[in-house]
């Protein structure tokens, strides 16, 4: 099996956590395997970047996920492994990657986001990134 270590974001604009679709109508958070000795969050802001157009800064680690599947071009199992960051963003300005196969996202109220996403565990992992969120604000008032 191959194992690919990755990261990826959970951004929030308030209330609001930021999508992707892809092209298999699933909808995903934004993600990237760690390659070329770059380290986990530079990885999660880049791919926030590159796939959403969101620019995001980095406010804490917020776990880990991990998905196998069988990838039929290198003929053999692959177990993704994801470190995920809780984000913010400044603004709901974005941009879909439609190059990479994105075909629609945004920033959704947190729990018609929770309706939308595709797997049960980024569910589960945006749910606690929103409690994590909002402990960050609640210690950051101004």
Request: proline fraction near 3%.
């Amino acid at each position: 099996m191959l194992v690919r270590n990755c990261a990826g974001g959970v951004v929030f604009k308030g209330s609001e956590v930021f999508l992707l679709q892809n092209d298999k109508n699933e909808w995903v958070l934004p993600k990237g395997v760690i390659r070329n000795g770059k380290i986990a969050n530079e990885v999660a802001v880049s791919r926030v970047r590159y796939e959403g157009g969101v620019n995001a800064q980095i406010i804490s680690p917020v776990g880990e996920t991990s998905y196998e599947f069988f990838s039929y071009s290198r003929r053999k199992p692959v177990c993704n492994r994801i470190n995920w960051f809780v984000m913010e963003s400044q603004n709901q300005t974005c941009s879909v990657n439609r190059m990479e196969g994105f075909k629609d996202g945004g920033f959704f109220p947190v729990e018609e986001a929770l309706e939308k996403i595709t797997y049960s565990q980024d569910q589960a992992l945006v749910k606690y990134a929103y409690r994590k969120y909002l402990e960050y604000r609640n210690e950051n008032k101004d």
